[in-house]
């Protein structure tokens, strides 16, 4: 078995980007991902690597855009409201078709909000964003290793199909320290036959672009890139299961949620009640296989966030709508805690929907 090293969860995504082959960071301070940013000035150029702090999180994004279109891994960082100000630049990454890996280590909101955990900004990064019509990978890493193992698969996932991967991490994964394996399975990348790396006159140039004047040309692009959403539907969708083969109650939570969710289905179990977890480890592409199989069986889905209920569409969505899906969340910065995850749990089984 490898050695483990005692990390913060923000230092496991950083050292394992490095191990992946990213040598240019750029970001820009805010917490609770300052440490992404920190420890990649120590790293970098120490490995031949590129750190710059950027002048803001709008500078930051686009030049990730200059370094994808070479083809080389490249990746930012920021917390909720930086996200927000990347968002013309993720829409650009879309329309050109570059892969790169951006980090979200979500803190409250809206606005500035707080410094505390959340995941609220689900909708932003599974529906919106940026604008224009386009997708990106969403992983959302329930440990310190899944920071790190996570960060490997946003890089190999974004090679593979020229797109954005985001790791959408809440606050407490990002500061949690936990022992982490750093001997991760790091897959070659591809040959990158689009890239901006000089012709050196021996092949046609190379041109990176989102700008199409012609109608017919950006909707026969936007409708090629939907075609490869959908390929990514059918092929990515990653979760766990826990306690699922005999549940007549569905936990669906991601993140931290999904730790406290399992400590308080070991306490419903210990008290007879059948309730198992569906943990969506991609949150686009949305697992919906999982959650169809358990409308089939079960009374009752629980959703249990650090936000207002943002996952519960997909869930209805997954399950047909043919089950109640209810929320047991707190915001602001604030943590369920595995009594008030066990209060609802107890309440659908007495047959309660909130």
């Known amino acids: 078995m490898a050695d483990k090293v005692l990390m913060k969860g923000n230092e496991a995504i950083a050292e394992a980007a490095i191990i992946a082959g990213c040598r240019h960071y750029f970001g820009y301070p805010i917490t609770p991902q300052t440490e992404i940013a920190a420890y990649m000035a120590k790293r970098m150029p120490k490995i ?4 710059l702090q950027a002048e803001s999180e709008i500078a930051a994004i686009n030049m990730v855009y200059g370094v994808a279109s070479t083809g080389h891994r490249v990746m930012t960082s920021s917390s909720s409201p930086g996200i927000s100000l990347k968002g013309e630049g993720l829409s650009y990454l879309a329309g050109a078709d570059l892969p790169s890996l951006i980090v979200n280590v979500q803190r409250g909101g809206p606005g500035l909000g707080g410094i505390q955990p959340s995941q609220s900004d689900y909708y932003q990064a599974t529906k919106a964003g940026g604008h224009g019509d386009f997708r990106m990978i969403v992983l959302a890493p329930a440990s310190v290793q899944e920071m790190a193992d996570l960060t490997v698969k946003g890089f190999e996932l974004a090679d593979t199909y020229r797109m954005t991967s985001m790791i959408l991490a809440d606050g407490t994964m990002g500061q949690m320290m936990e022992p982490v394996s750093l001997d991760l399975d790091v897959k070659p990348a591809p040959e990158k036959p689009w890239a901006t790396t000089g012709t050196n006159l021996e092949r046609e140039h190379n041109i990176v672009n989102s700008l199409f004047l012609s109608p017919e040309k950006l909707e026969e692009e936007n ?6 959403y959908k390929y ?3 092929n990515e969708a990653m979760y766990e299961e826990y306690m699922m083969d005999d549940a007549e109650i569905c936990i669906a939570a991601f993140g931290i949620a999904a730790r406290v969710a399992k400590n308080a289905i070991n306490e419903a179990r ?18 919906n296989a999982p959650f169809k199989k358990a409308a089939e069986s079960v009374k009752q889905i629980i959703s249990v966030e650090l936000s207002m209920g943002q996952m519960i569409d997909d869930i209805k969505l997954a399950s047909e709508c043919r089950v109640p899906v209810t929320l047991c969340n707190r915001v602001g910065g604030m943590i369920p805690s595995p009594e008030q995850v066990l209060e609802a749990i107890i309440e659908a089984n007495n047959g309660g929907a909130k």
């Open 48 to 51: 031949g690597g590129c750190f």
């Open 223 to 228: 409708f090629k890139r939907y075609e490869r």
């Open 232 to 234: 990514i539907e059918e």
């Open 270 to 287: 210990a008290q007879g009640i059948k309730v198992g977890l569906i943990r969506p480890i991609t949150l686009w592409p949305f697992p």
